[in-house]
């Protein structure tokens, strides 16, 4: 648990040196308590304030890294249970279960949709991060499905199988790779050993979360410290209390050996049903969801909902204010304004793209706010629009003297026109109204 700037303070030698950069201790001890400078700052810190300190400073779920390169997924570190606290860190990881018994072109076929699983929503990527191996029939099938697996997507890997030798031997195929271990057997003395050796994640899966606590325990002692855990496959009332009391009991009882992100895997055919399940366990502190079903609307709908979970409550996504030209956009081409709220311009942007009517599009910054909100805030003034018309050269841009702007802040007109110089022209209140209007003007 985290530690407050008094109590820091006691653990500090009070002798206000100044050798940290800070005229007391005290005020040393607050800028500790904000992670706004480092413990080694101090010269006379003794070792055990010292041990005291750091651990105090570890997240109360550890961070826990599967894959690697660019594709690797990070998944924990979070420090809250509400979004509007703080902010979730880590978002999610959403991967598919292939069987081994499965043929190389098969194989191969679901690789090749899994892989284009790439979309883009409000100018951000969204894609999934990872492919499991499930162990169904001979070791000899496994490995084979595991190589063809590792050579046909980059994406981070996780190794499913009742078999400890199978697993090593996957683990020897796919050295470098940093998968995740998930051995079905319960045996943990062999699977452990294995995770210290190679040096990767392991998943720690028992029915109860008492067993789970006493399992990762016995695992930190044989030296396993990358672990992600599981309760298995239960209905989801019972799921969704084990995810909440595994995160209620890091952060707020700080339970350490419940400290991990945890993994969900969803056992539903039917990809409906799936998908309300996976989307319950993504909303509720899932560290990782693993699905049966290879489906683009099911999975573009997950992918959404991820995104609108991990973003930071207390920053809107923004697009970088500037002018945008659209198609071949020409001195002739009409000019709209609007805010750099990204859902705002894009949603404005996919409008003008189906109108198929080149145009430039002049986005203000508003600090991430929508029309409505900017123009009460007064983030969305005649100033700041005129500022923005002479800051990215619109008057050069376009050879007419026409403003476009939305229709929810039609009262503005008078006060634009007479601060920028342009003709306003007010335009349709909902960005749907875009194409319509551009036609027709």
């Not at 100044?18 to 413990?39: D, N, P, Y």
């Not at 190389?104 to 679901?110: P, S």
Request: proline share 5%.
């Amino acid at each position: 648990m985290a530690l407050s700037g008094l109590d820091i303070y006691k653990l500090l030698p009070k002798t206000n040196c100044r050798e940290c950069g800070f005229v007391t201790c005290l005020a040393f001890a607050m800028q500790l308590a904000k992670k706004a400078v480092s413990i080694d700052k101090c010269p006379y810190l003794s070792p055990d304030a010292k041990k005291a300190l750091e651990a105090s400073g570890q997240p109360p779920i550890k961070l826990v890294t599967v894959g690697s390169g660019e594709e690797k997924l990070a998944v924990g570190n979070e420090t809250v249970l509400f979004r509007h606290e703080e902010k979730f860190h880590n978002p999610c990881g959403i991967g598919f279960i292939l069987n081994d018994n499965l043929s190389e072109n098969e194989l191969k076929k679901q690789l090749d949709v899994i892989n284009k699983f790439k979309f883009e929503r409000i100018g951000q990527a969204l894609n999934v991060n990872l492919v499991a191996v499930k162990q169904t029939s001979s070791a000899e099938n496994f490995l084979k499905a595991v190589s063809c697996v590792m050579n046909n997507t980059q994406m981070g890997l996780v190794l499913i199988s009742a078999e400890s030798k199978a697993l090593k031997e996957a683990l020897k195929i796919t050295a470098g790779r940093q998968p995740l271990i998930y051995d079905l057997s319960g045996n943990y003395s062999e699977t452990a050993q294995l995770a210290k050796e190679f040096n990767l994640p392991l998943v720690a899966s028992a029915q109860s979360l008492e067993a789970l606590s006493s399992l990762t325990q016995e695992l930190n002692k044989q030296g396993v410290v990358e672990i992600i855990l599981d309760t298995g496959i239960k209905p989801i009332k019972d799921k969704i209390w084990d995810l909440t009391q595994v995160r209620r009991l890091a952060l707020k009882k700080s339970n350490r050996s419940l400290g991990y992100p945890m993994l969900a895997v969803v056992d539903k055919n039917d990809p409906v049903e799936e998908a309300m399940e996976a989307a319950s366990y993504i909303a509720k502190y899932a560290g990782i969801v693993l699905l049966k079903n290879i489906n683009t609307a099911e999975t573009l709908s997950l992918l959404t909902l991820r995104q609108n979970i991990y973003t930071d409550p207390q920053k809107p996504l923004q697009i970088e204010p500037k002018l945008y030209p659209i198609g071949n956009a020409d001195k002739n081409s009409p000019l709209l304004v609007t805010t750099n709220f990204s859902l705002t311009y894009y949603t404005v942007l996919g409008e003008v793209e189906a109108s198929k009517i080149p145009t430039y599009i002049l986005s203000v910054d508003t600090e991430g706010m929508s029309v409505l909100t900017a123009w009460a805030a007064e983030k969305f003034t005649p100033e700041k629009i005129s500022d923005s018309i002479n800051k990215f050269g619109v008057k050069d841009a376009v050879a007419h003297k026409k403003l476009i702007i939305p229709g929810y802040v039609a009262v503005m007109s008078g006060d634009l026109e007479e601060a920028s110089g342009l003709q306003v022209i007010v335009g349709p209140k909902e960005a749907a109204g875009l194409p319509a209007f551009l036609k027709n003007l």
